[in-house]
Nanobody, 123 residues
Framework: QVRLVESGGGMVQAGDSLRLSCAVP?????TAWFRQTPGKERTYVAA????????YYADSAKGRFTISRDSASNTVYLQMDDLKPEDTAIYYC???????????????????WGQGTQVTVSS
């Protein structure tokens, strides 16, 4: 297990954009972003299997968020556009060697996690 390092959270207004970054070990071909608010379960936002080129998005993220990767630096990004107050949460980066289909959306399969970065969107 590896502790991932995230960055890029902050406080913005509705409609603004943020980009989260996460340094991921080179042999982790499946990465994801999850988010959590107080008292609620951690839920997936976006996931990707870079080996096969598949990406997945929660309904709340479709059309606004983009997960991407810079393979040269082993950095995974979550570009978040048109942010809404309901996007306020702690965002976590996660990684695992690989995943397939719906398993990429299940937090139980991820072995590496970041410490979380706070995103706050005001109206």
């Amino acid at each position: 297990q590896v502790r991932l390092v995230e960055s890029g959270g902050g406080m913005v207004q509705a409609g603004d954009s943020l980009r989260l970054s996460c340094a991921v070990p080179g042999r982790r071909y499946a990465t994801a972003w999850f988010r959590q608010t107080p008292g609620k379960e951690r839920t997936y936002v976006a996931a990707a299997n870079w080996r096969i080129g598949s990406t997945y998005y929660a309904d709340s993220a479709k059309g606004r968020f983009t997960i991407s990767r810079d393979s040269a630096s082993n950095t995974v990004y979550l570009q978040m556009d048109d942010l809404k107050p309901e996007d306020t949460a702690i965002y976590y980066c996660a990684a695992q060697p690989t995943c397939s289909g719906v398993a990429c959306l299940d937090k139980r399969g991820y072995v590496d996690w970041g410490q979380g970065t706070q995103v706050t969107v005001s109206s």
